[in-house]
């Protein structure tokens, strides 16, 4: 894909995305964390500045190697839910949008400790949670800034209570964001490079778009969707 293809519809706009996946310290040497590389968000930034976009891209542990290297691309490292937060929460307050492609860890450990913790004769001792923020969910319901528009990143599987798309439209409506794309997860699917398969769903949960192939395939449906509600905001 090159601007030819693509044009320069997000030229003069400033973007946040996060990716990656949060980690969560339970002591100096021990997190709580999850697999997700960042390569989608990775992605989300790439496409974005590729269509004229000021890019901030939030990384939580992402592997040095897939950052971008593009001069419209400001990448802010940070590690736990809490400095996502904040990070994603500052570059945010001037950005038209915000994506949140990070696997954010729903739970922290509720202490931390300073010292390695030890291996005792009495076996290990529980590991207490707290329920981290919903960043996503706090952008919907503030709206750091007028007009901004908020997107999330679902991966969601069937069950026996629903299709991927019932799971995925029962979170568009709960998380209120503008736009949700919703990944469906499974054998081959949405798992290292192998392609993907995205439904992007508004906020009452009706389809708007679809992107399936690689991640770039998946971020460019996703900033088509994007930009057209940004067009749509200013008609
Ligand atoms: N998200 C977030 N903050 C959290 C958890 C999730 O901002 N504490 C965002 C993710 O970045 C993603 C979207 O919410 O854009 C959906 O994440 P997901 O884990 O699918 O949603 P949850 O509400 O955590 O639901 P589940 O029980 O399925 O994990
Ligand atoms: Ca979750």
Redo the contacts with the bound molecule.
């Keep these: 894909l090159d601007d030819d293809v693509t044009g320069q519809d997000l030229a003069g706009r400033s973007v946040v995305v ?1 990716a990656g996946g949060t980690r969560e310290p339970l002591d100096p040497v021990r997190f709580l964390g999850n697999r997700s590389s960042g390569r989608q968000g990775v992605a989300l930034a790439h496409a974005a500045a590729r269509r004229g976009a000021t890019v901030t891209l939030v990384a939580a542990n992402v592997d040095d190697a897939l950052l971008p290297d593009h001069p419209a691309v400001d990448v802010r490292q940070v590690e736990t ?1 809490l400095e996502l937060r904040d990070a994603v929460r500052e570059a945010g307050s001037a950005a038209d949008v915000v994506v ?1 492609a ?1 696997a ?1 860890a ?1 739970f922290r450990p509720a202490t931390t400790t300073t010292h390695k913790i030890k291996k005792t004769s009495s076996g290990p001792a529980p590991i207490e949670l707290e329920t ?5 969910a706090e952008l919907a319901a503030d709206r750091l800034r007028d007009g901004q528009v908020v997107v ?4 969601e599987t069937g069950d026996e209570t629903g299709d991927v798309l019932t799971h995925g439209r029962a ?1 568009a409506r709960r ?1 209120g964001a503008d736009l949700l794309a919703v990944n469906e997860v499974g054998v081959g699917r949405g798992f290292g490079d192998v392609p993907n398969e995205v439904t992007i769903l508004d906020a009452e949960g009706s389809v708007v778009g679809r992107g399936s192939g690689s991640k770039d395939d998946v971020a460019d449906a996703v900033w088509d969707a994007v930009a057209a509600r940004l067009r749509a905001a200013t008609t």
Excluded: E
Excluded at 132 to 136: F, K, V
Excluded at 152 to 155: Q, V
């Design positions: 996060s839910t949140m990070a954010v729903d981290n923020p919903d960043i996503l999330g990143f679902a991966a979170k998380k």
